[in-house]
Nanobody, 122 residues
């Protein structure tokens, strides 16, 4: 499975961005997709996850109510709509796919995209 993330950029605080993650290859083997982020000097952290059917979603407390994860299975694409962005949301955002039915930490995700940079100015 190959993952291609896009949509990052520079935005002012309070603004919005939508990230996309296009999957190709053996996507039938995946059972969920997630977004992680890594800020400079910090560890990678979980942001959001969706089950393959899009019914079950999870969010980190820091983004709950501001970010929305969604998927378009016909296009093999997962999105992360980010609203009311804050400077502390600045990070490289990675999409990842898991074959596990159970969402866990980063180790439960088998496939990773290359990352897209989101910069939120104050």
């Amino acid at each position: 499975v190959q993952l291609q993330a896009s949509g990052g950029g520079l935005v002012q605080a309070g603004g919005s961005l939508r990230l996309s993650c296009a999957a190709s290859g053996s996507t039938f083997s995946t059972n969920g997709m997630g977004w992680f982020r890594q800020a400079p000097g910090k560890e990678r952290e979980f942001v959001a996850d969706t089950s393959r059917d899009g019914i079950t979603t999870y969010y980190a407390d820091s983004v709950k109510g501001r970010f929305t994860i969604s998927s378009n299975n016909a296009k093999n694409t997962v999105y992360l709509q980010m609203n009311r962005l804050r400077p502390e949301d600045t990070a490289v955002y990675y999409c990842a796919a898991r074959t596990s039915f159970v969402r866990g930490g980063a180790r439960s995700y088998t496939y990773w995209g290359q990352g897209t940079l989101v910069t939120v100015s104050s």
